[in-house]
């Protein structure tokens, strides 16, 4: 089992940066695919990005292509997500989740999920 837990989110005006942090427990980390989702209020989740277990692959959203950039370090049991060039229409509640295997842009695919954390971008 992994357990998630996200942080790094919070208030920041449009054109700024962010990084989010994700912490998994468990020694299997390096073995599943990770990803990142966010969810807009009044909007259902979507996903945002996608690291492959071993780094080599990552996927983007078309909408936060070359803004964003997903990464891993299975040592320390983490993934990160650095958000660039922020724009309002990023305000979202972003979760962190764990893949087995699967399509890495759908949620069903997913078996854990952190809570998620609090990204705003004012105008």
């Known amino acids: 089992q992994v357990q998630l837990v996200e942080s790094g989110g919070g208030l920041m005006q449009a054109g700024g940066s962010l990084r989010l942090s994700c912490a998994a427990s468990g020694r299997t980390f390096s073995s599943y695919l990770m990803g990142w989702f966010r969810q807009a209020p009044g909007k259902e989740r979507e996903f945002v990005a996608a690291i492959s277990w071993s780094g080599g692959r990552r996927y983007y959203a078309d909408s936060v292509k070359g803004r964003f950039t997903i990464s891993r370090d299975n040592a320390k049991n983490t993934v990160s997500l650095q958000m660039n060039s922020l724009k309002p229409e990023d305000t979202a509640v972003y979760f962190c989740?764990?893949?087995?295997?699967?399509?890495?842009?759908?949620?069903?695919?997913?078996?854990?999920w952190g809570q998620g954390t609090q990204v705003t971008v004012s105008s």
């Open positions: 989740a764990a893949s087995a295997y699967g399509d890495y842009d759908r949620e069903s695919a997913y078996d854990y």
